[in-house]
């Protein structure tokens, strides 16, 4: 299996703080309005019907669901997919969960979905491009695939684990290892090996003065990268 039982631990663990905007993920929360803009900015998710790779207790899943996708969502922590339809049942808000590998779920479900997403989930797998040609079989032709995750650079480790986890202590100690973090360029060789192709690519920062989150052209740190695959 693609994945890290120390990482799946380490979110189990806190799954039952995942929809407090003031846990350990509020980052999650404060950029998930930016990163589903984004994406339905680019996908119109309306009546689309849309699979989120590693969607943990749901924040994004259930927002695009708002925005009327027939949403998807798939996890190994079986912990966080409790929580996230518990989520779902006290907001009304219909979404499908389900304890899947994303290979497996690409194994059944091929070509079946118009919107694939996979946001900071690819630098906490041992094998990234396994995850990235899961979404490319479970989209359909035409379909578009998002991922946004940590690029690997100095400023990246300064930003993302120094003053993340442990000056601004945003996020728990030992949340991400650097030497997942993976490049742009490292990113879209994955893509285009998974035979889709880039159509766009956007940064997001923080301010540590403001505490605001906003998308730019800065890839340098955190980074969300848009797909297709061809007809």
Not at 2 to 31: C, G, M, Y
Not at 63 to 85: E, H, N, P
Not at 146 to 153: G, L
């Amino acid at each position: 299996m693609n994945a890290d039982p120390l990482e799946i631990q380490k979110f189990s663990e806190l799954a039952h703080r995942w929809w407090d905007p003031t846990s350990e993920f509020k980052p999650l929360h404060e950029i998930n309005p930016l990163r589903l803009e984004w994406i339905n900015a680019r996908a119109a998710l309306s009546g689309k019907k849309v699979i989120d790779i590693g969607c943990g207790g749901g924040i994004l899943t259930e927002s695009m669901a708002r925005k009327g996708a027939d949403a998807t969502g798939i996890d190994l922590s079986d912990k966080a997919l409790k929580v996230a339809d518990l989520h779902s049942l006290e907001s009304g808000v219909q979404v499908r969960y389900e304890l899947i590998a994303a290979e497996d779920m690409a194994a059944r479900e091929a070509g079946q979905y118009d919107v694939v997403t996979c946001m900071e989930m690819l630098e906490h797998v041992p094998d990234p491009g396994a995850i990235v040609k899961a979404a490319a079989t479970l989209v359909k032709p035409g379909g578009q695939v998002f991922f946004s995750t940590i690029n690997r650079n100095p400023k990246a480790y300064l930003y993302a684990v120094v003053g993340a986890e442990y000056l601004l202590r945003m996020l728990p100690k030992g949340t991400h290892d650097y030497g997942k973090f993976i490049t742009p360029s490292e990113l879209a060789q994955f893509v285009r090996a998974a035979g889709l192709q880039v159509d766009g690519l956007k940064g997001m920062t923080y301010n540590p003065l403001t505490k605001i989150y906003s998308l730019n052209q800065d890839t340098s740190v955190n980074y969300l990268v848009a797909c297709s695959r061809p007809l």
